[in-house]
């Protein structure tokens, strides 16, 4: 009895100092995390609960040991995390800082994705690749990035900052930076040089097509009244 009250001991004392490191190491990653989900009740809440956080935590381990050559490794610990988690992200992809996947089950990061600082993506989002061509493959996603839930980036495309990608787009081609993209495939509309991530408006987005039908709408009403 004595032994197994000494194994409890040590795994809640290790548990322990797991929530402590990271605490530390990801804190703005949690705090990011607060900030965009208007569900998080809290610190701890998003420390323990959140599936991003953790697949998050354990692709920063595999992307070590994947620097390092130890491939097989670092393969085998995002596949653990993919099935703790519903998130797959390749061990060689990059992320910048302040990182939130946002509920993300099904979500997939190619192996050559490159993604900036701040950016938030949603469930079913794929960042995937387009061909069985070797080298860059995936697309690289900007600063201030939001990737709206089932939206399917492919290709080695370059996503520019502070852009939005509506959910259920399907991006094949580049996106210039401060831009809106719905649709399949995706379409480009300007947001004005806004940041579209600070207030997270998902309903209110502008369509290229809308806007030019509305145009041609108010053409035909003012050739009638003539």
């Known amino acids: 009895m004595n032994y197994v009250l000494q194994i409890l001991i040590i795994i809640i004392f290790l548990f322990i100092i797991k929530i402590i490191l990271v605490s530390i190491f990801f804190y703005p990653e949690i705090k990011a995390a607060q900030k965009k989900d208007p569900a998080a009740k809290g610190f701890l809440e998003v420390l323990i609960l959140y599936q991003g956080l953790h697949a998050l935590i354990s692709h920063r381990i595999a992307h070590f040991f994947y620097k390092i050559h130890l491939f097989f490794l670092a393969r085998l610990l995002s596949q653990c995390s993919r099935f703790m988690t519903g998130i797959e992200i390749h061990p ?56 709206g839930g089932g939206a399917k980036v492919l290709g080695n495309i370059t996503v520019g900052d502070n852009s939005y990608i509506g959910a259920n787009a399907v991006v094949i081609k580049d996106v210039p930076p401060n831009s809106t993209v719905v649709g399949v495939p995706g379409r480009i509309t300007k947001q004005d040089g806004k940041k579209i991530d600070v207030s997270l408006d998902h309903i209110h987005i502008l369509d290229p097509i809308m806007q030019y039908i509305e145009e041609l709408e108010k053409r035909i009403k003012n050739l009638e009244n003539k």
């Not at 949603?122 to 493959?137: A, S």
């Open 92 to 147: 060689g992809a990059q992320i910048g800082k302040r990182f939130f996947i946002d509920h993300g089950m099904g979500a997939v990061i190619g192996e050559t994705s490159i993604i900036g600082d701040d950016v938030l993506i949603y469930q079913g989002v794929t960042l995937g690749g387009t061909g069985l061509e070797k080298g860059k493959r995936h697309p690289t996603i900007g600063d201030n990035v939001v990737i």
